[in-house]
């Protein structure tokens, strides 16, 4: 771990921004991400100023831009919130107003949404959290699940296409999946666990399709305590997943 004096020193380019997740790069040096408590799927120009794209209500989530120009997103539903003394904000448990997850389809240049999935094999999505999609055009997601006073859902990982035709549930149970991504040769799905703090790797047998004849592996774990979010797979295919008590990126190789 590099020392303090050798950390690149960090650039605030938008402030104000309430709960923001799920980032998108885009080729004309903007992005877009999701700002949870407020609801919307934003825009932030090169200039740092923020624009609402879309009004989705609930709690949008993880983003990913699809094979037809258009952004994806899970939306978890929503949250109760809770402001600490500094100004921060937590998500807590299921809101009174929560009507179920779902994943939701937005024209960037009209602000149109339209939902395309809110359940599978007759199961509502409780609270999908984190998408990839593949070179086949369909895409993984995660459901989070909610939490309520004395009980929380059990959930796993997602497959569907794009044009609404079909999901079915590729992973169950998982302990609160969160961040998912693709090895660079579409082999490997990466899934991390909120409250384990675990990084599973499945092997996939053909587009939304798990090989199992493979055990899943476990990657290296850390030894401390600690939660896992989302995750990113950079160019050398290591998996670097946000790591939350801790606070900081776990990069963790191929191999494990």
Same mark, same amino acid.
């Given at each position: ?9 960090m650039?605030?380019i938008?402030t ?11 080729? &004309?040096?903007? %992005?877009?991400?999701? #700002?949870?408590?407020? =609801?919307? @799927?934003?825009r932030?120009?090169t200039?740092?100023r ?7 209500g609930?709690?949008?989530?993880g ?12 939306n &978890?539903g929503? %949250?109760?919130?809770? #402001?600490?003394?500094t =100004?921060? @904000?937590?998500?807590?448990h299921e ?7 779902r ?11 339209t939902?395309?999935y ?10 999908p ?6 070179a086949?055009?369909g ?19 997602f ?13 169950f ?10 090895s660079?040769?579409e082999k490997?799905?990466y899934v991390a ?23 899943p ?10 939660m896992?979010d989302?995750?990113?797979?950079d ?12 606070g900081g ?8």
């Open positions: 771990m590099p020392s303090p004096a050798n950390t690149p020193a650039k605030d938008a104000g921004l309430r709960f923001p997740e799920g980032p998108i790069a885009l080729p &004309n040096g903007e %992005f877009l991400l999701v #700002e949870i408590a407020r =609801g919307t @799927l934003s932030v120009d200039q740092g923020v624009s609402v794209v879309a009004e989705l609930g709690g949008p989530n983003a990913a831009i699809g094979p037809d120009g258009l952004c994806y997103v899970c &978890n929503g %949250f109760i919130w809770h #402001e600490s003394s =100004g921060l @904000l937590f998500p807590g809101p009174d107003d929560y009507a179920g997850g994943i939701e389809r937005v024209d960037l240049s009209t602000g149109e949404s939902v395309l809110t359940a599978c094999d007759g199961r509502p999505l409780r609270g959290n984190d998408i990839v999609f593949d086949e055009g895409f993984w997601f995660t459901d989070h699940g909610k939490t309520r006073e004395r009980d929380r859902d059990r959930t796993g990982v497959y569907a296409k794009a044009d609404g035709s079909y999901i079915t549930e590729a992973i149970p998982l302990e609160a999946p969160n961040g998912i991504g693709l660079p040769d490997t799905l666990e909120t409250p384990t703090g675990r990084l599973w790797a499945y092997p996939i047998a053909a587009p939304g399709e798990l090989d199992g004849s493979v055990r592996t476990m990657m290296a774990q850390l030894p401390d305590y600690h896992f989302s995750l990113a797979v160019a050398e295919g290591n998996i670097c997943v946000a790591t939350l008590i801790t990126v776990t990069i963790h190789s191929a191999d494990g």
